[in-house]
Structure formats: C-alpha cells, structure tokens
C-alpha cells in the first residue's frame, strides 16, 4: 500500500526515534562510570542527572538537522557537517576521529573513508548508531530507507559490513515507524526476516540477522553468546544483537535499554541503535515509550537539531 507521508509527519518520527536514540546513548554511557552497576537499573535505581550524551547522539543529530532542513541526506553535506561538528570528547573512536580530520581539512570524504583502517574501510558501528532517525522518516519505503542508509553510511564508512549495519537499522526503524503508524505490533520474526531480506545475503550483518532470528525467545545471555553485545565495537558484533534486543521488546522502550546494559559491552551504542528504533514504534511519553523522567535526565540536545 502507498501513501502520503507528509514532511512533519516524517519529522516527528524522526525525533521521537532520535529521542530514544539520544536517552539510550546518554544512560547507556553511565555505566562506563565507575561505581555505577547494570543491577540498579534493573531495581528502577537511575543515575543521577544529567547523563551526558556521547558521539552516537551527536552524529544522529547531524542526520537529523539535514533531514529537516533539505528533506534528504547529501553525503557531501553530511561529511562535512560530522567533520565540522565533532567534538572528539564524545567517546569518538581513534578511527572515526581521524576520518572527521582528513574531511574536516579538505580531503574528500571518498578518499578519507576508505583510508581507514589500512585501507579496509570502517566496519565500526558509527553508520549504524546514527541512522535510525533516518530509517523512521523513511516509514512509507523500505526501500529508500535503506538506500538512503547507505549513502549517510559511505561518507564515513567504507566497508561494506559498516554500510550493512547502518541499512539493517534504518530498515528495522522504518517498519517499527510503519508499524505505528498502522496500528498494529509486528511479529519479530517477521520483522528480523524483513530486515534480513533488504541486506547482502552473504554479508556477516545478515547471517547475524538470521542468526538472531532464530534466537528469539531465548534468554539474553543466551542472545549475548550467539550474537555479540559490541564488544568488539564492529557493525558485525553489535548490530544483529541489537536488532534482537529490539524485535523482542518493541513495545517497551523501558525493558529494551535494561536488556542493553544488563548485556554490558559497548553499551551506550546498543542502547542508542536499540533506543532509536523502539522509540520510532513507541513514541515519547506513551505507555511502553521513552519515560519523561528520562528524557529530562538526558542532557540537552545541541541548540542547532532542536
Ligand atoms: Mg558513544
């Protein structure tokens, strides 16, 4: 079925998708705090404001702030708006910093992505935990979720397990923003068969996804051994976890970031990935969406995205 989805509908699924990356990223990046442990989240016990939010939540914005202003991405924009934009305190990788550098003096970002690495190309998770925003404004396509997805992907991310992971979440965003804009709850098989369908079939991201598939219903820790919990911050070990992690607790944004940092790892950028596509379904505010009380535990989002 087609259908008109006018630009502040887009926007509004954006944000609330941008709400819940930001939150998960900012109290997900607490418990890098000594002293902090993953138990008090699970006994309701919250850190004390304000979390501080980190790179994941920064580049997101940039997407963001492109989308609502041109209503797209353009990569040669976009490079340049992460390049001008980072502030490497964030928790920017060595890599990633690097990359921004190489863009931010003058080095197109074609070449600065792809001299990554010895040459490979990123396969970290910065394409993937900045792009949800993006997969919730595509709510109408699949197909230009993705498509888009790996064009913001490019500019930073060479390779192509990096590009895979970015793709894999903008698609699940999109039908989790699909899926309230319809009224009804997608099944997670469903919805992890779905996102499998629109990557490379031999790609490790999607021999995740389906690995995660089938996984479903399993304990966490169990999910954890299988899948990864981004330890190993690549787009392989991170993303099929999180897409796990997000099918399973769709409609409770509450649970879907506990399961993150009861899984530990790279834990502000699961919560982020999980926290933008749970948020495009459930919203701010709603029963099962982004608490209030933690949206205003999150520190302000920069002046330029509000
Ligand atoms: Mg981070």
Same mark, same amino acid.
Request: hydrophobic content about 25%; some cysteine; aromatic content about 14%.
């Given at each position: 079925m087609t259908f008109t989805l006018f630009p502040d509908a887009r926007a509004a699924l954006a944000r609330d998708s941008l709400a819940g990356l930001s939150v998960g990223d900012a109290l997900g990046s607490? @418990? @890098? %705090?000594?002293?902090?442990?993953p138990a008090d989240v699970a006994a309701g016990r919250l850190p004390p404001p304000p979390w501080q939010w980190t790179d994941d939540t920064e580049m997101a914005c940039s997407v963001v702030a492109e989308l609502a202003e041109h209503g797209d991405v353009d990569a040669d924009r976009l490079a340049l708006a992460f390049a001008q934009r980072?502030? !490497?305190?964030?928790?920017?990788g060595p890599g990633a910093v690097t990359i921004l550098r190489l863009i931010r003096t003058g080095t197109p970002w074609p070449v600065a992505a792809a001299s990554a690495f010895d040459g490979q190309g990123s396969c970290g998770n910065g394409a993937a935990m900045r792009v949800g925003p993006l997969g919730a404004w595509y709510a109408d396509s699949t197909a230009k979720a993705a498509a888009r997805a790996r064009a913001s992907a490019e500019v930073t991310h060479a390779h192509a397990e990096g590009i895979a992971g970015a793709v894999a979440v903008a698609v699940a965003a999109s039908l989790a923003a699909r899926a309230r804009l319809d009224g009804d709850r997608p099944d997670p098989a469903r919805l992890l068969a779905a996102v499998a369908a629109a990557?490379? !079939?031999?790609a490790e991201v999607a021999r995740g996804v389906r690995r995660a598939a089938g996984l479903l219903g399993r304990p966490l820790a169990e999910a954890v051994d299988g899948l990864g919990n981004g330890s190993r911050v690549t787009a392989q070990d991170t993303v099929a976890f999180t897409l796990w992690v997000a099918a399973t607790h769709l409609a409770d944004y509450p649970a879907a970031v506990r399961a993150c940092v009861e899984a530990g790892g790279d834990v502000d950028t699961t919560a982020a990935i999980v926290g933008s596509v749970v948020a495009a379904y459930? *919203? %701010? *505010?709603?029963?099962?969406? %982004?608490p209030d009380g933690w949206l205003a535990a999150r520190e302000p989002l920069p002046e330029w995205v509000r």
């Open positions: 607490q @418990f @890098f %705090v000594p002293g902090r442990h980072c502030e !490497p305190y964030r928790g920017y990557l490379d !079939p031999a459930t *919203g %701010v *505010g709603t029963p099962g969406g %982004v």
